[in-house]
């Protein structure tokens, strides 16, 4: 949560509105990305069989 209210502050049109924000889009963020993972990892073991 820190490293995305630390990137709001850097990047111009990127806001949070508070630590609680930040925290739920960083579990958002980590389950999207936890999801592509597997897909990736999925698709890749396909594709060597």
Partial sequence: A???LF???LVDGF???GFWWA???SL???IVT???E???RKDEGE???
Avoid: H, P, Y
Wanted: proline share 0%; glycine share 0%; aromatic share 8%.
């Fill in 7 to 9: 990137a709001a502050k």
């Fill in 28 to 30: 958002i963020l980590s």
């Fill in 38 to 40: 597997s897909v990736k």
């Fill in 47 to 49: 594709e060597n069989n």
């Fill in 23 to 25: 925290l739920l889009f």
């Fill in 15 to 17: 806001r949070v509105d």
């Fill in 2 to 4: 820190f490293m995305i």
């Fill in 34 to 36: 936890s999801i592509l």
